[in-house]
C-alpha cells in the first residue's frame, strides 16, 4: 500500500504481466474489503482491451471498480485466462487497433455490507504517478486510486 | 522545483513566478499566509505551476489556501481559459463532478435537539444510504436518468421530494443549461442506476450543526441564520457517474490532447481546445453529471426533512428545515468576467473551489442579490464550518473563487497509524458530537487531526477579501460513509 496525501495506492509485482495484472487486481480489492472474508460463490468474465500497457491497466482496474459499483461484484480469485501485448499476439488476430488486452475470470461473490468490511470506495484508478516496469525480471507497478 | 523560488506578494498571497519552470503562460498565485505556507505541498505547487503551462489561461493559475495534492489540476485550484484560444480539462473538475455543499436552516435551538440527538443521528443513518457497497433506495430507469441528467435537482421535486421553493437556493438552479444524455455512456447510466440519493463515503458527510458564532449580523438575519440554531450540512456530489463521466473522458482527452498537439507535464492534465467536439462533448455530459449531483443532494435533503419529522414529531411549519443554499466546488463552467477591463467569457474550472459572487451578480437568486452569494465551507467532523459571502474582490482576483474546505494535512495512511489504539468515535462523543459511519477505518481516516484547521484556511480568504465571514457552525452529530 502507498501513502498519498487524500487518497490511496498499492504497489504490485509479478514475475510476468499477466501476474502483475491480478496482483494488481487483488491489491485493488484488498483496499474496498478484506478479501479473506470472501466465498467463492459467483464467476464472471472479463475482456478489457486498449492501445498501450498502461492504458490497458488503468482500463483493467477501472473495469473491476465498475463491476463492483454496478453489481457489488468483488472478486476472491482472480486468473488472467489471456494476455496480449502486440498486434501479433492479439485477442482478435491483430485486426484491431487496440493490441493490448487481458482477458480474466473471476470468482467471488456480490458485496454485503452485514457481512463485508467496507474500506475504502474508489472512484476510479488515475494515471497519477502510474509506473509500469520491469527491475531483475520483475514487473513492478504502481497505482493511485481517486477515493 | 524549489519552494524558495515562490514570492510572497502579501500576507495572503504567493507568487509562483513565471521562471518556475519552462513554458508558463502566465504566474500561479496561491492564497495562504505564512501559517499555512509551512504546510504547502512542492507537488502541488508544481501542479499550479503545470496548470499555467495549458493553452489559453488567462491571468493566473490561482489556488485557495485549502490547496493539496491532485491529479493534474491541484485541488483547491482554480482556472479560467478563453474560449477561442483555450482548453477544457476534465482533470480541472475532478472524478466527483459536482461535490458539493447543501445547507439547510431551522427553527430548531441547540438545547432543544441534543436529548433526541442519538436517535436522529442513528435514524438519518439509516434512512440515507451510506458507505461502500451501499444502494440507493431508488431503482431508476434510463428515462429517469435521462430526465436527472437535464433537469437536476426539479426532477427529485417534481417527483415529490422536496418544494419548489428550494430551486431558487441552489447554485445554478440546480440545473446547468446544455447537458446532453446522448452524450454520456452506457456504463455512467449503469453506475447511476442505483446511486440516486446517496451520500457515498470517504470524506462525504450529513452533518446536525448549530450555529455557535455569528460574525455579520446583518448577512446572517437575510440567510436566516441565528446563534444556538441548528442545521444540517450535506457534503456529497455525482457519485459513480460522474466518476465514469470524468474516467470516459480522461481517455477521450488524452487522444485529443496527441491530435491538437497540446504538450502536457501530466497525463492526468489532459484537455481539448474549448471549441473541439472532444471539450463540448465533455462540457456537455460533465452537465448531465453535474444536474445529477443537484438531485442527489435534493433527495438526501428531503429525507433529511422527513427523518426529522418523524423523529421529533413535529410539522414542517414547526421546524421550518429550509434550504440556505447549495454549492458545487468541482466543476466547469461557461461565465462572464472582466479580463483587461473588457467583459469577456470564459471556461471558469473549479476544483476543490468554491463560487463566490459578489452582491448584484445577476446570476444570484434575487433573494440574495443585495447579500452577495453564499459560500459553504465544510470543515472536518471534529471542528466547524463556515457560512461566507462572496465579494467583488473574488470577481476581480480570483474569477469569482474562493477556497472549499479544509484540505487534507495527513494520508489515510498516517491518520490511520495515529488513531491506532484510539476510539475516535469516544472522543468525540466527549466533545458532545455523536457519530456514526458505515465504514470502520473511516473514522480515523477523516479524524480532525488529518485536516488543516477550516479556521485558518477560512481566516486567510476573509483577509483577503475574497469571501467574508458569516456564520460559524459547530457539527454535534455526523452521518460517515
Known sequence: ?147 | MALDKLKRIDESKLEVPMDYKPGMHVPGIIYVDDNLEKDLEVESVDQVANVATLPGIIKAATAMPDIHTGYGFPIGGVAAFDLKDGIVSPGGVGYDINCGVRLLRSNLRKEEIIPKMKELVNVLFSEIPSGVGSKGRMRLGPDDERRIMTKGALWAVENGLGEQSDIEKIESAGRIDGADPSLVSARAYERGRAQQGTLGSGNHFLEIQFVDKIYDEKAANALGLFAGQITVMIHTGSRGFGHQVCSDFLEVMERAAEKYKIELYDRELACAPFQSPEAQDYLAAMRAAANYAWANRQCIMHWTRETFMKVLGASPGALGMSLVYDVAHNVAKVEDHVVNGKKKKLVVHRKGATRAFPPGHPELPECYRHLGQPVLIPGDMGRASFVLLGTEKAMQETFGSTCHGAGRLMSRHQAIRKAKGRAIWRELEDKGIIVRSAGRSTLAEEMSEAYKDVSDVVEVVHKAGISTKVARLRPLGVVKG
Do not use: C, Q
Request: hydrophobic share 45%; glycine share 8%.
Open chain 1, 1 to 147: 500500500m502507498l501513502d498519498i496525501s487524500g487518497d490511496a495506492g498499492i504497489a504490485a509485482f509479478g514475475r510476468d504481466l499477466k501476474e502483475l495484472f491480478e496482483n494488481a487486481a487483488a491489491g485493488m480489492y484488498s483496499l474496498i474489503t478484506d478479501i479473506g472474508s470472501l466465498h467463492e460463490s459467483k464467476s464472471i468474465d472479463i475482456a478489457v482491451e486498449n492501445d498501450s500497457l498502461e492504458r490497458l491497466l488503468v482500463a483493467w482496474l477501472n473495469e473491476l471498480i465498475f463491476r463492483f459499483d454496478v453489481d457489488g461484484f468483488i472478486a476472491k480469485r482472480v486468473v488472467i485466462t489471456g494476455f496480449s501485448v502486440s498486434p501479433e499476439e492479439s485477442l482478435h488476430g491483430g485486426e484491431t487497433e487496440k493490441p493490448f488486452a487481458v482477458r480474466a475470470s473471476l470468482s467471488g461473490e456480490e458485496f454485503d455490507p452485514a457481512r463485508h468490511e467496507g474500506k475504502l470506495l474508489l472512484k476510479a484508478a488515475t494515471y497519477h504517478n502510474l509506473r509500469i516496469e520491469k527491475k531483475n525480471d520483475i514487473w513492478r507497478s504502481e497505482i493511485i486510486f481517486d477515493i
